[in-house]
């Protein structure tokens, strides 16, 4: 995540995918403009990195100039665009490629296609890095388009919000700030279960237990589910990819969610890091860890209760009921580490009635 003014930012286009774009952007232009002696037009400020990209790959005859006018304040477009500077070629008959970073509402594409034309050039051929086709108010087609990309703000590589991020190599899209994503921890007996079901219904979050996701993969032979099981039948872990994207698609199916409580994930440093990943290209990210802290005496005697009415062997044998807990420590300590590095780790009291921790867990959560 970086920070630009007051905003932040999250990573969602990286250097080498540019790169590619690029590339297939500059194929194009090789094998339709081969023998036109095109005149890119870059237009200031937001292209030039694009522009210089482009021209690169270009491997024949060409002229490349600059024009600018910008009709951008902040994040929100003024919807007026200012005056153009910088034309001054002579155009009649050329065929001039517009160079864009970014088209939006279209506005500014828009007014200086028309101006090239009236100026007399033969063809006008526009090329974006990125576009937002759901911003786009315009009939003028597009030739070339690096990404297509929902209509979020977006900076880097060449992109400015308010005058920075332009020399970033990679591109980030602004935080939604407003998810409340949780990696909810606890040790066997802490009530983890009852909380979870608690401040699902409270904050009107999406529960994913990483359990109960394996075992609807499976029953539903997804193709993930398969690919899973052919892992445990053979007794091997499942590998961390084939989880996430199990999550992924768990996460994908709640597009409007207003946050995740995450369950039995992450479980080391990888996946944390792969958990990370993920919320980030949905431009968002994990919140807090939250783990219920409880005595290991008074987990042993929850524990040895519940076994007297559950049923459960593993709630009967106090030696394995304390190792559990042992194997939770271990675990935990780990991810304890790594999200109290992001200063997102919050030990919630587990101790009291039902209602007396949710009461802890929200204030922890409201704070957020
Ligand atoms: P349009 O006239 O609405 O198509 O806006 C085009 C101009 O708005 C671009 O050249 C950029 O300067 C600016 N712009 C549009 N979207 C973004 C964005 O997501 N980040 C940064 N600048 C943007
Ligand atoms: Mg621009």
Redesign the pocket.
């Known amino acids: 995540m970086i920070k630009l003014h007051d905003l932040q930012f999250v990573p969602f286009i990286a250097e080498d995918e540019i790169a590619t774009a690029i590339d297939r952007v500059s194929d194009q232009l090789n094998k339709e403009l081969s023998d036109k002696k095109p005149l890119f037009i870059g ?5 030039f990195m694009f522009v210089s990209e482009v021209v690169k790959r270009f491997n024949y005859d060409c002229e490349v100039s600059f024009v600018k006018f ?1 009709s ?1 304040e902040g994040t929100k477009t003024t919807h007026e665009v200012k005056e153009l500077i910088g034309l001054n070629e002579k155009l009649t008959g050329r065929t001039v490629v517009v160079l ?3 088209i939006d509402t279209g506005n ?1 594409i828009a007014l200086l296609s028309e101006t090239l034309k009236d100026k007399g050039c033969s063809d006008v051929k526009i090329a974006t890095l990125f576009f937002k086709p759901e911003a786009y108010t315009k009939e003028i087609n597009i030739d070339y388009i690096g990404f297509e990309i929902p209509n979020k703000f977006i900076v880097g590589y060449g ?1 400015d919000y308010d005058g920075l991020g332009r020399n970033l190599t990679q591109v980030y899209q602004l935080k939604s700030n407003n998810m409340t994503n949780l990696v909810l921890f606890g040790p066997p007996g802490a009530g983890k279960g009852t909380q979870a079901e608690v401040l699902k219904q409270k904050y009107d979050l999406v529960h994913i237990s990483t359990g109960d996701v394996f075992r609807y993969n499976i029953k539903n032979a997804t193709d993930l589910g398969t690919l899973a099981k052919s892992y445990i039948d053979k007794g091997q872990l499942v590998p961390d990819e084939v989880t996430i994207n199990m999550l992924n698609a768990e996460v994908d199916k709640n597009p409007n969610a207003k946050g995740f409580i995450f369950d039995g994930f992450p479980r080391t440093e990888a996946q944390a890091d792969s958990l990370s990943e993920l919320l980030t290209s949905k431009g968002t990210e994990v919140s807090a860890m939250v783990a219920l802290e409880v005595d290991d005496e008074v987990l042993v005697q929850r524990l040895l209760e519940r076994g007297k009415t559950s049923g459960r062997a593993d709630d009967a044998d106090e030696g394995v009921i304390r190792n559990r807990i042992k194997v939770y420590y271990d675990e935990t300590a780990i991810l304890k580490n790594y999200y109290q590095k992001h200063d997102k780790y919050f030990g919630v009291d587990g101790v009291g009635a039902i209602e007396e921790i949710t009461e802890r867990l929200s204030s922890t959560i409201d704070k957020l």
């Open positions: 237009v200031l400020n937001g292209a910008s951008y864009e970073d970014i500014t992109l």
